[in-house]
């Protein structure tokens, strides 16, 4: 269950709470069953997967994917898996870690581990929305963030693409003032 924390120390676990105080950002937070289909929990359950496993575990959530074809126009999808034993986990994980921008939007179907997405509202606050397993997010384009693993260091997300250019971080150089959301 996704979890928001002010900058106050507010913490906020009901969906419908969560999604009032993301508002004035235009964040989209839902929950999307990853269904009952037992081949696609044992992949889920695994730490790492080879190409044809990813392609196996995107084709049986492909459902979502049609409905976002349809009414957001994305045109493609992948299937990112972060685990300790990834090589340069911190390396890769060090751009999303500074507040930063995308000039598309940020789409992830989170279906297995958790990480936390930090933003920066519109009155300069910030806040961290730890998202896990079963919850889709849709950070707007332009919209101040960051992004850590929680101390599991372990997701599997789709990441949803309108086109490939969006996903390079545009660094605002604000500063991070949050300690990191409960996990």
Known sequence: MAILQLENGTIYRELKDIAQQLASLNIQLNRWSVGDDRNLHHLLAQNSLNEDEKERVLAAL???FEQLKQTASYQSRDLIVLHPEVPNLDALL??????????????????DGEGVFGFVRPDGSQVELTVEAEEYINVPVGTEHWFHLTGKRR????????????????????EIRLQPAIA
């Open 62 to 64: 492909d459902g979502y």
């Open 155 to 174: 997701i599997k997300a789709v990441r949803y693409f309108s086109g490939t250019e969006g996903w390079v971080p545009l660094y605002t150089g604000r």
């Open 94 to 111: 060090e751009k999303f870690e500074r507040i930063h921008t995308h000039p598309d939007d940020e789409v992830r179907y989170i279906i």
